[in-house]
């Protein structure tokens, strides 16, 4: 159905690029009762397309996206972007405010270690703290894609650096000696241990991302005796109500077309979808 014909239907634009996110574009495109409108930043190569209409590039900042909302008229706004994507939440809170469309955060649950089972983890607040936290390492998997690699400039003189990203980390990274690994997630722990290994990995580095499948890295650094160090997620904006699955995003849709919780979850199997690795849209961990 393309955007034009979804009249009869309530058009949700959904700011995606995660698997929560296709889930509920899939279950929303199956229900009869919303049309949703996916919005990619178009950072990574041939993310996975998903159900509904796909929006690719930015809006503008907040003001581009006020004028696309009042423009397109969506009933509302659900963030379903990568935890660590707080300027398109930051841009997504002041747009809705200011045109009156309602927005619902849409974000899985994060990770949390456990040292009795063997975690050795060490929180720290950015990405600039974690390449403080490595220094002097002997070999260090960055498990953050090519996005977040700034911080680490240098990294790769003194020890060995392991990058993991959707797409090649090009000529212009900030790691020219870094050893580049391309693949698309989710990945296993077998192949997680087996990565780790081979590199000689003393420490991994990756973001509070959560997500069942993304934890492989962590069983497999668990399993080895790799230190973590685990980069926080950063803040959103305050008065943004959240719900962890699609369950509850479904059900506050359905609160506020008025069609009741017991027909909005009445839907079939995506509802129950366990995030996956995500492929992402420039915001994927490795």
Known sequence: MPESSAESTRRVLILGGTT?????AGFLAASGDWWP??????????????????????????????????????????????????????NAARACAVVGVPLLRLERSGWTADPDAGD?????????AAARAVAGAGSVFLALGRQALAPFAGLDETARVVVRSVDPLGPDTPLPCAVPIVAR???????EAAL??????????????????????L????SLGVSVVMI???????????????????????????????????????LAYHPRHDAGDGEQDG
Do not use: N, Q
């Open 232 to 270: 926080d997620r950063p803040p959103r904006p305050k008065g943004v109500p959240a719900v962890h699955d699609g369950t509850a995003a479904l059900a506050w849709l359905a609160g506020l077309a008025g069609l009741g919780s017991r027909r909005a979850l009445a839907g079939p199997g995506p």
């Open 196 to 217: 780790l290994r081979d590199h000689g990995v003393t420490v991994l580095v990756c973001r509070d991302s959560g997500g069942a499948d993304g934890r492989a890295k």
């Open 20 to 24: 929560e996110a296709r889930a509920l």
């Open 219 to 222: 069983m497999a650094a668990r």
């Open 37 to 90: 409108v996916t919005a990619l930043a178009g950072r990574t190569d041939g993310p996975r397309r998903p159900p509904g209409d796909l929006r690719t590039g930015g809006f503008g900042g907040p003001d581009g996206l006020a004028a696309y909302l009042a423009d397109t008229g969506p009933v509302a706004v659900i963030d379903a972007t990568h935890p660590f994507a707080a300027r398109m939440g930051a």
């Open 120 to 128: 050795r983890w060490t929180r720290v607040p950015d990405e600039a």
């Open 185 to 191: 997630g989710p990945f296993d722990e077998a192949d």
